[in-house]
């Protein structure tokens, strides 16, 4: 028996280990580009606040304190939800920020057309959605530059503002992304809609935090099985009461006074 349960021991150590967490996104990596292993490692790891604080004029997060709301949407652009989102930004004569997803754009180019045809801005949002912090300074590069070749395509211009999946970045990415004259561009009111919540949860989570220069995370896109139903259905609540606040809704270009093309 005892000879039994070591044997029995050392198979389940064999066998056991932890699970990577799966990405939301049904896209496919960048051709011919691994995206593992990271050129930092060694490197002393600073938090987000740090490395917002060390590379401010690179990293935002918010605008200045003045009456303007940045609405930006992550994730597209996705047949299932980001029409339903320009139907009400067109009917509410709003113009938003949306982070396009390389791979996505490849198949959904009319989308990216459409979104730059109504006035939003658009930014690199990587080509499938990886964790920067996770990646090789190689694969990061060629994360930003493929995407921004494709929105070159589609949208007449190669964005400025990179938004990174999750937030996530590390500071070797960061200092290239400043000695190439992007921005790196967060948010600092998350509507949390991802997660599927009601209209009234998410009215919630954006007007019980939004304040002058306030950037807000919203969603147009997401994986195979996504319900951003409670975005779309408090999206026209959400323009009208922050207007009823005395806010300007804005584009992030013309919120951090930033040229909305790379140089």
């Known amino acids: 028996m005892r000879v039994r349960l070591i044997m029995l021991m050392v198979i389940v150590i064999f066998l056991g ?3 990577a967490p799966v990405s939301s996104q049904d896209v496919s990596s960048p051709p011919s580009e691994s995206v593992s292993g990271s050129d930092s490692a060694e ?15 690179t990293f935002k997060t918010n605008g200045p304190s003045t009456k303007k709301v940045a609405l930006t949407f992550d ?22 920020t949306f982070f396009i997803v390389g791979s996505r754009a490849e198949k959904h180019p009319d989308l990216v057309k459409r979104i730059v045809k109504e006035g939003h801005m658009v930014g690199n949002h990587s080509y499938n959605h990886p964790e920067f912090s996770k990646l090789s300074m190689n694969a990061f590069r060629k994360q930003i530059l493929h995407t921004g070749d494709i929105i070159q395509r589609l949208a007449g211009y190669t964005p400025k503002m990179i938004r990174p999946p999750y937030g996530d970045i590390n500071e070797e990415q960061l200092r290239w ?18 997660k599927g919540l009601s209209k009234e949860q998410v009215k919630d989570n954006i007007l019980s935090a939004v304040k002058p220069g306030s950037i807000v995370l919203q969603h147009a896109g997401g994986g195979v099985g996504s ?10 609540e959400i323009i009208e009461e922050l207007r009823n606040r005395g806010y ?14 790379k140089d």
């Open 75 to 96: 994730d597209v652009p996705d047949p299932r939800f980001t029409p339903q989102v320009l139907d009400v930004l067109k009917k509410y004569n709003v113009r938003a």
């Open 43 to 57: 490197e002393e790891q600073l938090t987000l606040g740090q490395l917002r604080q060390k590379y401010a004029d």
């Open 177 to 194: 992304a400043a000695k190439q004259h992007y921005s790196i561009v967060n948010w600092n009111v998350d509507s949390l809609d991802w």
């Open 227 to 236: 319900n951003l139903n409670g975005t779309i259905e408090a999206l026209p």
């Open 248 to 261: 300007e809704l804005v584009t992030l270009d013309e919120m951090l006074g930033l040229p909305k093309a």
């Open 17 to 19: 280990g932890s699970h």
